[in-house]
């Protein structure tokens, strides 16, 4: 069940497919408080309550005890006192002994989650704006719950099979030939690969939808001769627009009118990769139309995947800005600098970048009205992923292009996936990582995945290849890095052999995985969930932290701690694991039900499957198009017969069956079986 209870003028955001009418009266459960423009929604809470959910969001599984900001920011340097990340998702569930009721704000402005955080005892969210609808959704489980707000949301968005595959990207590559020597160490060395990132680099000037002609003297060429190769090229497109008179963007997009205005009417401009900017008013129909239909000269030269960066938007700085920072730091010329004023002083010129006085310099129109961009900001990144999705539907309705973005809001899951923004080099990015993936997949992000290895830091081999490892599982599997830090590429590496083993258990697991995901798309599922999901009654399962559920029957628990050559599961039922090395070389381990210190050396990881739940392995390859996805080894611990839906389509029509595309697998226990009792493997053909 969903009641909606609307708080001044709700603005549009594009985030619910649905319209409900509003209720009248307050919001059951919550202490509701009207303050100026504000609005908070007061709880308490029982010392068992846990809160799941918010998306990509820093902390744990559980979001119990922090106190959160929505408010899309460009902050790479994340740690656990981050407030903000690069996404904005307003949904939260209440789970305990006594409640279970989900909470969506559809608000686009900054929302303040205190979670525990002033009164452990006591939720207190509150919207700044004061204008937004509340969505109360009430069901009898977890997974009902999810489905419900999924279902008022919209369908998450469907990727094409090859982006399943291994990516490489990284900040610095910037001709052909350096990323045909990238393909061709991948290639030579049988380390599996489908795409190659191309960040700034590729650009003239690093500005939008050009490529440099003597780096790139024939892009349709090269894509083309790559994707004989079965790779495929990604370029990165940023959101801002060089305000360079004579350049055609931008005379075009002016005589248009696409780009965000001041109060008076000018332009707003600020500084990023380019120089001097103006920013397309996405939160325009018609702005969108104009931006997406820039793409057409790269889709024309082959590309089939994009991913958009920078678009909180970022702002290195603006004119005023700076001269206020400069003001602010005349003003304490001359004077004698004590301990308050140094850092005053400092703070002058470290706040210029996304600053939030820049955010109130400019507006959005919306219908007739002008609205200042602070009250919207949430919503601008989602609405550049909606501009590029649907020039892509424009030019190729047939075929489902990978799309994939850094800032985003609920509502954007329909049109594109995300990568958890740019993150270090950090054992801590690691675990967070791992953290992050149930909540995006409850607001809809199920194509999601960090950038494996860190991109900003001098990762290690051991650090990487754990990354790898939790990358196995996850549907964007990219490794990517920083310009001026360690070059990251597997084959760099001593240890490479490893790594590249690592990444032919993706490729086995490819068909399963994809399988699992589409599964889960196509009915408002989940492909990650907390461990609370399946086993709301066991008291241990719901705070378990570090192991994730995975599709219809499987979990993982990867290794999250330097040096380490092992770890403890908890184990909710019994299982069988799978202790991978390679695609073709892993134990089979029946466990049952309880705590366990499982071995795992620097290149074994897990994956558990529940009893009598089955998991499908191909021969693995070196890229997803050349996988026989139809002769599968068929693995698990059964002792009745077991029953595995396998979905499997073409891998790029944009609107699959899922009835159509499914085929039914069947295992009985007396299949042929390995010594260990009760491990059944079956070879089949689909």
Request: aromatic share 14%; glycine share 8%.
């Amino acid at each position: 069940m969903i009641r909606r209870y609307s708080f001044g003028t709700p603005l549009p955001t594009d985030a619910v497919v649905c319209a409900l009418p509003a209720e009248k009266g307050d919001v059951p459960y919550f202490t509701t408080l009207r303050e100026n423009e504000r609005v908070s929604f007061t709880l308490s809470l029982s010392p068992e309550d846990i809160l799941f959910g918010l998306g990509e969001s820093v902390r744990g599984v559980n979001k119990r005890g922090f106190r959160f900001r929505s408010w899309n920011s460009d902050i790479p340097s994340h740690t656990e006192n981050t407030e903000s990340l690069y996404a904005s998702h307003n949904f939260l569930v209440f789970f305990g002994p006594s409640r279970l009721f989900g909470i969506y704000l559809d608000d686009p402005g900054a929302v303040i989650w205190d979670l525990g955080y002033t009164r452990s005892d006591t939720a207190v969210i509150t919207s700044e704006n004061g204008n937004f609808d509340f969505y109360l959704i009430e069901e009898d489980s977890l997974s009902g719950l999810v489905r419900t707000f999924r279902g008022l949301t919209g369908q998450s968005y469907l990727p094409p099979r090859w982006a399943f595959g291994y990516i490489q990207s990284r900040w610095g590559y910037a001709s052909e030939d350096e990323i045909r020597t990238v393909a061709e160490e991948h290639r030579s060395r049988h380390i599996p690969l489908d795409a190659v990132c191309m960040d700034i680099d590729y650009m003239v000037g690093f500005k939008n939808f050009t490529w440099k002609p003597e780096a790139f003297p024939d892009l349709k060429r090269f894509s083309t001769e790559l994707k004989q190769d079965h790779l495929r090229l990604v370029p990165i497109i940023d959101a801002g627009i060089p305000a360079e008179e004579g350049f055609a963007q931008y005379e075009e997009g002016k005589a248009e009118g696409v780009f965000c205005k001041k109060e008076d009417g000018s332009e707003f401009v600020a500084s990023v990769w380019p120089g001097w900017c103006v920013f397309p008013d996405f939160l325009q129909e018609k702005a969108r139309t104009w931006f997406g239909d820039q793409y057409r000269p790269l889709l024309e030269a082959g590309i089939e995947g994009f991913w958009n960066d920078m678009n909180e938007p970022a702002l290195f700085f603006t004119e005023e800005g700076v001269s206020e920072a400069f003001a602010r730091a005349e003003s304490l010329r001359g004077s004698h600098v004590d301990y308050e004023s140094m850092w005053q002083l400092k703070g002058s010129f470290n706040g210029i970048g996304n600053n939030m006085n820049d955010y109130r310099r400019f507006f959005h129109r919306i219908g007739d009205a002008s609205v200042r961009h602070d009250k919207v900001h949430n919503l601008y990144g989602a609405h550049m992923t909606r501009a590029s999705a649907d020039a892509f539907r424009r030019y190729d309705p047939d075929r489902r292009f990978l799309l994939f973005s850094r800032s985003s809001f609920i509502g954007a899951h329909r049109n594109g996936g995300v990568w958890q923004g740019d993150n270090f080099s950090w054992w801590s990015h690691l675990k967070m990582a791992l953290q992050m993936l149930p909540g995006l997949n409850m607001c809809g992000f199920l194509y999601s995945g960090c950038d494996l290895g860190g991109f900003g830091s001098n990762v290690t081999e051991d650090l990487l290849t754990r990354f790898l490892q939790l990358g196995v599982f996850t549907p964007l599997m990219r490794n990517h890095s920083a310009l001026h830090t360690r070059e990251q590429e597997i084959y760099r590496f001593s240890t490479w052999e490893m790594m590249r083993d690592t990444v032919t258990v993706r490729y086995a697991l490819l068909p399963f995985l994809y399988s699992e995901f589409m599964k889960a798309a196509l009915t408002d599922g989940m492909y990650f969930r907390p461990l609370a999901f399946d086993y709301p009654e066991d008291t241990r399962a719901v705070r378990v932290e570090d192991q994730l559920m995975l599709g219809e029957g499987c979990m993982i628990a990867p290794v999250l701690e330097q040096n380490a050559v092992g770890r403890y599961v908890y184990l909710p039922e019994d299982m069988l694991m799978i202790r991978f090395r390679s695609a073709s070389d892993y134990d089979l381990v029946p466990l049952d039900k309880g705590d366990h210190r499982i071995d795992l050396k620097l290149n074994e990881f897990p994956l558990f499957v529940k009893k009598n739940h089955l998991v499908a392995l191909c021969a693995g390859g070196e890229s997803s198009e050349t996988l026989d996805d139809r002769a599968l080894t068929v693995i698990g611990r059964i002792d009745r017969e077991t029953v595995y839906d396998y979905y499997r389509d073409d891998g790029f029509s944009p609107r699959p069956d899922l009835q159509q595309h499914l085929f039914r697998i069947s295992i009985k226990p007396e299949t042929v079986c390995t010594s260990t009792a009760g491990v059944a493997i079956s070879k089949l053909l689909i």
